[in-house]
C-alpha cells in the first residue's frame, strides 16, 4: 500500500517536472524577438557573424523543433545548463560554485529559524496572556517589521565597522590558503552575520504560526480531555499539544525547503555572500537570460522535490492524510 | 444513604471584556451512590461550567469563586495538584459534550485508553492493552480495533470509545456532558441506553447533563434544573414530572413535547435568556416569569428544601398555591 502511494506520487512529481522543463524550453522560443538574444544575451549586438552562427549551431537552432527539444532534454539530464556568455563559463560551473554556499546560508536559516521559533512560539501559546507573551510578541513583530537590508547594514556596521569582531562580506577569506579547522572557522565568521540576519527576518513568521497552531491545540478538547485523566502538565505540553500544534509549521518548513536553493537575493547581495541568490540578482542585472532561466529552473525543480519529500513525510506526522492517501 | 458527590453553594464566573458573568451562582446538589441525576436547562445557561467545576478544569478567565465539592467526603477545589491528578479518573471522569473531539487525532485510540490506566494504576502495558480491549468490547467495539485512529471511526463509535475510556480506571461518579451532541436520533438513543445499562452494571453514579427532558426524564432517578447560572429545581423525577414547584420547570415541561399524549399542546417559553454580565441582584427568571412580582426584582430567592428531596428557589413556595 505505501510502496503503492510513493509510486503514484512520484509518477504525479514526474508529469510536472516534465511540464515544468517543457515550459522552460519553449518560453525563450515563443517569446518574441531573436531568439539569439535569449540564448546569449544582449551582447549579441556586438557579436560577429560568425560567432551568432556558432551559438545558432550550438543549439541547434536551425534544427526542427523536436530534434531541439530532444537534445534540451538530453542536456539538461547531463547537467549541461548552457553557456553564460556574459561570465564566460559554463552554467553548471557557476551553479556548483554557488549552490553550497546558498545551501549552508539558506538551509542553516531555515533550520535554525524554525527550531528558535518554534521554541519562542509555544512558550508564547502556553504563557498566553502573561507579560511573557506580551514581551515576546512585540520582540517578534518588531523583528518582522524590519526590511533585511536595515537589518545586514545594522549588524554590518556594529559587529564589523565597530567592534571588528566579524569580517564584512564575502564566504571566506580570500587569497588565506585556511586549511581543515582554521578554513571551517573562518567560513564559520563569515556566515554569521548573514545567517543572523536571516534568521532575524524570518523567525517571526514560524513563531506566529507555532504560537496560534498552539493556542487552537491548547483550546481543543482532548487537552481538556487529558487534564480531566491526570496527565501531567509537561505530559500534556510535549506529547499532547507539541505534535499537533507541529503540522502546520511543518507543511511550511516543506515549502520554505523548496525555495532555500534559490538563496536569499537580498542578503547574499547585501554581504557579497557568493549564493545562488546573489547569482540570479547579478544575472538580472546583465539580462543574462541562460543564466537566468537555469537558476529559475534550479528553483523551480527543487520546490517540486521538496513537496515530493512533504507528501512523503507528512503521513508520518499526521495519520489521517497517511490513511486518507494511502 | 450513601453520599457520593455533593456540591455545596458553587459559584464559578467567568471575567469577560464586559464585566463578571456569573455563569454559576450558588449551586447545590448532592448525589448518591449508583444515583443517575439529569442536570437540564437550555445552552448556556451553565451546565457545562458546573462539570468543569466539579473536575476542576475551570481555566482562566474562568474562575471557582465558592463553595465546596465533596467528592467521598475530599474537597476537590481545596486538593493538592497531586491529590487532585490522582482522584481524577480514578474516582471521577467525564464524557465530554463532544466526543468527536475529546480524542487525539494522532494517537490511536488504544493509546488514549491505556494512557489513562498506566497513570492511574501501577500495570503493565499488557495489562492495559487487555484491559482496554475488554473495556472496548464492553461498549460495543471489536477490541483488536485498539490500533485505530480516531479519524477512522464513525461519530457514534467515537462516542464509545469516549465512553470506554471514562470507565478505564472504574470510577465512582461518571459526568457525561451531552455526549450525544451531533449524533443522529437513532445512534444517540444507542448511546444513551449504553450509558444507562453500564451504570446499572457498574453501580456507577452518572450526572447525565443534557437538553432533552423526555430523555432525561424516561432514565434519570433525580433531574436537577437549570436556569441562567442557578439550579431552581431538583427533586426526584417523579415529582418533577408531577408536581414541578418552579415556574420555570413547568414552563419547561409544557414546553417539551410528550410521546404518550400527543394531543399536548407545546408552549414555547417566551423571552429570552438573559445575560450573566453583572446581572443584578434578583431572581434570575424573573424577566421571563409570568408569576414575577417586586421582590423578584430585588433579591435572588433561596434554594430551599420544600419537601422531602425536593429543593427549589421561588418567592411563591409556601406563599399559597400557584402550582
Ligand atoms: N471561557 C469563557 N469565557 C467567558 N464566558 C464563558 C466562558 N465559558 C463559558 N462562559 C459563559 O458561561 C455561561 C455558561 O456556559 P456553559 O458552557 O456552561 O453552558 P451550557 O449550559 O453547557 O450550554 P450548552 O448547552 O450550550 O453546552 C455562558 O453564558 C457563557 O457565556
Ligand atoms: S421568584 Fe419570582 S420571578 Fe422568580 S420564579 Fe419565583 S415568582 Fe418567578
Ligand atoms: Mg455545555
Redesign the pocket.
Known amino acids: 500500500m505505501l510502496g503503492k502511494f510513493i509510486a503514484g506520487k512520484f509518477l504525479q512529481y514526474l508529469i510536472v517536472i516534465f511540464l515544468m522543463l517543457t515550459l522552460n524550453f519553449l518560453l525563450p522560443r515563443l517569446m518574441p524577438g531573436n531568439p539569439l538574444v535569449f540564448l546569449a544575451g544582449e551582447d549579441v549586438g556586438f557579436m560577429s557573424s560568425a560567432e551568432k552562427e556558432a551559438i545558432l549551431d550550438k543549439y541547434g537552432l536551425n534544427d526542427s523543433i523536436i530534434e531541439q527539444y530532444g537534445a534540451y532534454i538530453k542536456d539538461i539530464f547531463t547537467g549541461d545548463f548552457g553557456y553564460s556568455y556574459q561570465q564566460k563559463r559554463p552554467i553548471s560551473e557557476l551553479l556548483m560554485e554557488r549552490l553550497p554556499w546558498t545551501m549552508l546560508l539558506t538551509g542553516l536559516g531555515l533550520v535554525l529559524s524554525t527550531i528558535i521559533g518554534v521554541m519562542f512560539g509555544a512558550i508564547s501559546a502556553w504563557r498566553r496572556g502573561t507579560k511573557t507573551d506580551a514581551n515576546l510578541l512585540t520582540v517578534f513583530m518588531f523583528l518582522s517589521a524590519m526590511p533585511s537590508f536595515w537589518v545586514g547594514m545594522i549588524l554590518v556596521s556594529i559587529f564589523s565597522a565597530q567592534l571588528g569582531w566579524l569580517p564584512v562580506f564575502g564566504a571566506e577569506s580570500a587569497w588565506s590558503n585556511y586549511s581543515g579547522i582554521d578554513r571551517i572557522i573562518d567560513i564559520g565568521k563569515h556566515l554569521i552575520l548573514p545567517l543572523a540576519t536571516l534568521i532575524l527576518i524570518s523567525v517571526t513568521s514560524t513563531f506566529m504560526i507555532m504560537r496560534y497552531s498552539m493556542l487552537n491545540v491548547l483550546g481543543e478538547d482532548y487537552i481538556m480531555m487529558a487534564k480531566a485523566k491526570g496527565v501531567k502538565e509537561k505530559v500534556i505540553k510535549y506529547k499532547h499539544a507539541m505534535r499537533n500544534a507541529l503540522l502546520p509549521v511543518a507543511t511550511v518548513f516543506m515549502l520554505s525547503l523548496g525555495f532555500t536553493l534559490g538563496g536569499a537575493t537580498v542578503i547574499e547581495t547585501v554581504f557579497a555572500y557568493p549564493g545562488v541568490g546573489r547569482l540570479m540578482f547579478e544575472s538580472v542585472l546583465s539580462r543574462d537570460y541562460p543564466l537566468i532561466q537555469a537558476t529559475f529552473l534550479i528553483i523551480t525543480f527543487s520546490v517540486v522535490i521538496a513537496n515530493f519529500l512533504a507528501d512523503l513525510i507528512y503521513p508520518l506526522l499526521d495519520p489521517k492524510v497517511g490513511s486518507r492517501n494511502g | 444513604m450513601n453520599t457520593v458527590l455533593s456540591v455545596e453553594n458553587l459559584s464559578t464566573y467567568?471575567k469577560?471584556d464586559k464585566g463578571i458573568?456569573k455563569?454559576v451562582e450558588n449551586v447545590s446538589f448532592s448525589l448518591n451512590k449508583g444515583e443517575m441525576l439529569g442536570l437540564i436547562?437550555e445552552?448556556?445557561?451553565?451546565?457545562?461550567?458546573v462539570a468543569q467545576s466539579i473536575l476542576r478544569l475551570i481555566e482562566y478567565?474562568?474562575k471557582v469563586v465558592s463553595g465546596r465539592v465533596l467528592l467521598n467526603g475530599r474537597d476537590l477545589i481545596k486538593a493538592s495538584d497531586k491529590d487532585l491528578a490522582s482522584m481524577r479518573w480514578k474516582e471521577i471522569s467525564v464524557i465530554p459534550?463532544s466526543a468527536m473531539n475529546a480524542l487525539n487525532p494522532i494517537f490511536t485510540i488504544g493509546d488514549q485508553i491505556m494512557e489513562s490506566i498506566l497513570i492511574h494504576e501501577n500495570v503493565s502495558k499488557r495489562e492495559a492493552l487487555k484491559r482496554t480491549k475488554t473495556l472496548l468490547e464492553l461498549v460495543g467495539i471489536d477490541g483488536e480495533r485498539w490500533r485505530s485512529y480516531p479519524h477512522e471511526f464513525s461519530g457514534g463509535m467515537k462516542q464509545r470509545v469516549a465512553i470506554a475510556m471514562a470507565l478505564a480506571c472504574n470510577p465512582k461518579l461518571v459526568i457525561s456532558d451531552?455526549s450525544t451532541t451531533g449524533l443522529d436520533v437513532l445512534t444517540q438513543a444507542q448511546v444513551i441506553a449504553l450509558i444507562k445499562n453500564l451504570q446499572k452494571k457498574m453501580d456507577l453514579s452518572v450526572i447525565l447533563i443534557s437538553?432533552d427532558l423526555p430523555m432525561v426524564t424516561a432514565i434519570c432517578d433525580k433531574i436537577a434544573i437549570m436556569y441562567a447560572g442557578n439550579i431552581v429545581e431538583w427533586a426526584p423525577t417523579e415529582d418533577i414530572l408531577k408536581n414541578a414547584r418552579h415556574p420555570y420547570s413547568q414552563a419547561l415541561l409544557n414546553a417539551s413535547p410528550d410521546l404518550g399524549n400527543p394531543e399536548k399542546e407545546v408552549v414555547s417559553i417566551p423571552g429570552s435568556v438573559p445575560n450573566?454580565v453583572n446581572f443584578p441582584n434578583s431572581c434570575r427568571f424573573h424577566t421571563r416569569c409570568p408569576l414575577a412580582f417586586d421582590k423578584c426584582r430585588q433579591e435572588n430567592p433561596e434554594f430551599k428544601e420544600v419537601r422531602n428531596g425536593h429543593y427549589t428557589a421561588c418567592f411563591l413556595e409556601g406563599v399559597g398555591n400557584h402550582g
Not at chain 2, 445552552?43 to 461550567?49: E, I, L, N, R, V
Request: net charge neutral; hydrophobic share 20%.
Open positions: 467567568f469577560t458573568a455563569a436547562g445552552s448556556g445557561c451553565g451546565k457545562t461550567t478567565p474562568g459534550q451531552e437538553h450573566l
